[in-house]
């Protein structure tokens, strides 16, 4: 049962999302209605498992000093981590765009001290 559990959440989360605004600027995800961002925050990464997500942001823009609330449908691909990018334009509503798509490595991976070791010649 113990081996079970621990090979499935091994797996469990293999894609994501990211969310990233200006510097000056905070925002709050919520993913299908739920909560991901307790704290405003101008970055968040979020683990998922592929499938579609509705993906609600309120986002302070920096231009005008208000809140808005901007919706978008997230389909998210096994192996794959979707960088978004909240766009602030003058006098316009910001727009959620998809910026890129990265692969999802390991742990080894994402931490450099690991792979980043020379031999000493």
Wanted: aromatic content about 14%; charged content about 20%.
């Amino acid at each position: 049962m113990v081996l079970v559990a621990s090979v499935q959440s091994a797996f469990a989360y293999i894609s994501g999302i990211a969310i990233q605004t200006e510097k000056n600027s905070s925002f709050q995800v919520y993913i299908n209605g739920q909560l991901r961002t307790s704290q405003p925050k101008s970055f968040v990464r979020i683990k998922s498992k592929p499938g579609l997500y509705h993906v609600m942001v309120k986002v302070l823009n920096p231009n005008d000093k208000e809140w808005y609330v901007l919706r978008k449908d997230v389909r998210v691909t096994k192996g794959y981590e979707f960088y978004y990018k909240v766009d602030f334009s003058k006098g316009k509503r910001p727009v959620l765009q998809l910026v890129r798509r990265y692969p999802v490595y390991s742990h080894y991976f994402l931490n450099p001290g690991l792979y980043n070791k020379h031999p000493v010649s």
